[in-house]
């Protein structure tokens, strides 16, 4: 398994409105890519920004060249908006899971 992380920071005020389009659009949405297999979104306050962190679950990193090509962050234009700024690549992790 892959483990994808990426980092994205919003003002306090657009926070909620972040994480609501992560959790009803934005991931949801990437069910319809070959591979993919889920999602944890980790949230919390940092000094005058709201830093999000997204951990995407993958089978191979032929299926995360798929969806993002070379591991560059791949934003949602409506969450564009949104963010004050984020990381531009992602970090990528070989994962195993234990019970």
Same mark, same amino acid.
């Given at each position: =398994?892959?483990?994808? =992380?990426?980092h994205? %920071?919003?003002?306090?005020?657009? !926070?909620d409105? %972040?994480e609501a =389009?992560?959790? *009803?659009?934005?991931?949801?949405?990437?069910?319809? /890519?070959?591979?993919?297999?889920?999602?944890? /979104? !980790?949230?919390?306050?940092? *000094?005058?920004? /709201?830093? $999000? &962190?997204?951990?995407t &679950?993958?089978?191979? &990193?032929d299926?995360?060249?798929? $969806?993002?090509?070379?591991?560059? !962050?791949?934003i #949602? *234009?409506?969450a564009?908006?949104?963010?004050?700024?984020?990381? *531009?690549?992602?970090? #990528?992790?070989?994962g195993t899971?234990?019970p």
């Amino acid at each position: =398994m892959i483990l994808r =992380m990426w980092h994205g %920071y919003t003002a306090p005020q657009g !926070a909620d409105a %972040y994480e609501a =389009m992560l959790r *009803e659009t934005i991931l949801p949405g990437l069910h319809r /890519v070959s591979g993919y297999r889920g999602a944890y /979104v !980790a949230r919390r306050n940092v *000094e005058s920004e /709201v830093e $999000f &962190m997204t951990l995407t &679950m993958w089978d191979s &990193m032929d299926a995360v060249h798929a $969806f993002s090509g070379n591991g560059r !962050a791949v934003i #949602h *234009e409506t969450a564009r908006p949104l963010l004050i700024h984020f990381d *531009e690549y992602s970090i #990528h992790y070989d994962g195993t899971f234990v019970p």
